[in-house]
């Protein structure tokens, strides 16, 4: 099958290996709709490329603290370890391995949840996108970490804080004049 590509220069698309004719229909049609909407639907393309141009296309939309973040985490830790997968073979069971493997090597928990929530992300804009039909890292492959308890001030505390504060307002109107 002729695309064209962003620079209009055709290209033919060729893929093989489907176990079936249905299965070879399927990304077909995957590819043609996701043609038709803007984006790459290559069968055979990889999550690692499939990461590596989501995160080109956030770079502009983020923070660039968040951007940052998801950077690191694509490149750093996404990309080694699920990248030569192909996207459409992405499933719930090699995110789970993923998840293992880093709390094996003593990653924590809220580094690894962090790493599964821009995955999920990027695999929530495929599936918004048509290019997969189901987000494989959903459910969370581990649960959200709880947030430390909040613990709030006695009545004498809150006085100690006020009486500093007032502290320091004098003293800078002292230095001040």
């Known amino acids: 099958m ?4 962003p620079e209009r220069r055709r290209a033919t698309v060729r ?12 990304a077909l049609r995957r590819l043609l709709e996701g043609e038709m909407a ?8 990889t999550a690692g490329e499939y990461l590596t141009t989501w995160l080109a ?26 990248g030569r997968i192909r996207l459409d073979d992405l499933c719930h069971g090699h995110i789970a391995a993923f998840a293992r493997g880093e709390l094996a090597r003593g990653r924590g928990r809220v580094t690894v949840y962090r790493c599964l929530a821009t995955l999920s992300s990027a695999l929530g804009d495929a599936v918004r996108q048509h290019r997969l039909a189901r987000n494989p890292a959903r459910p969370a492959v581990i649960p959200r970490p709880a947030a430390r308890e909040r613990r709030v001030w006695t009545l004498a505390e809150a006085g100690r804080f ?7 307002i004098r003293c800078s109107r002292i230095w001040r004049r």
């Open 2 to 5: 002729d695309v064209v590509d």
């Open 57 to 82: 296309g956030k770079e502009l939309a983020l923070k660039p603290t968040t951007y940052a973040r998801y950077r690191d985490y694509v490149r750093g830790d996404l990309i080694p370890q699920l």
């Open 15 to 26: 893929r093989g290996g489907f176990a079936g004719e249905e299965d070879a229909r399927a």
């Open 162 to 168: 006020l009486t500093y504060c007032q502290t320091v």
């Open 38 to 45: 803007g984006f790459r639907a290559d069968p055979a393309q």
